[in-house]
């Protein structure tokens, strides 16, 4: 296995996971008042999802922090990135 093709499937995991955030997020939309206090009435659901997102980013950037360094990726590589994945998918 390349670390391109490491770094793709880890990057797809994260996104899923960061997308999977996102649909906790809703508000009652047109009609229901402005859309400031509809946030202010859900604050708790938006706060968690930024600390969430933060959390998986910084997991994801020194993921590939760590795969730069790789000289050749042998297959503990893909078991550990899975496992890495896993754990930041999880974290929600």
Do not use: K
């Not at 360094?69 to 999880?90: G, I, K």
């Amino acid at each position: 296995m390349s670390r391109t093709r490491l770094e793709v499937f880890s990057d797809a995991v994260f996104a899923v996971a960061i997308t999977l955030l996102a649909l906790n997020l809703s508000v009652a939309g047109p009609g229901h008042g402005p859309l400031l206090h509809q946030v202010a009435d859900h604050w708790s659901s938006f706060v968690a999802y930024l600390i969430s997102f933060s959390t998986i980013g910084l997991i994801w950037v020194n993921h590939h922090a760590l795969i730069a360094n790789l000289a050749v990726v042998d297959r503990s590589w893909p078991c550990s990135t899975s496992s890495c994945c896993c754990s930041s998918s999880s974290s929600r």
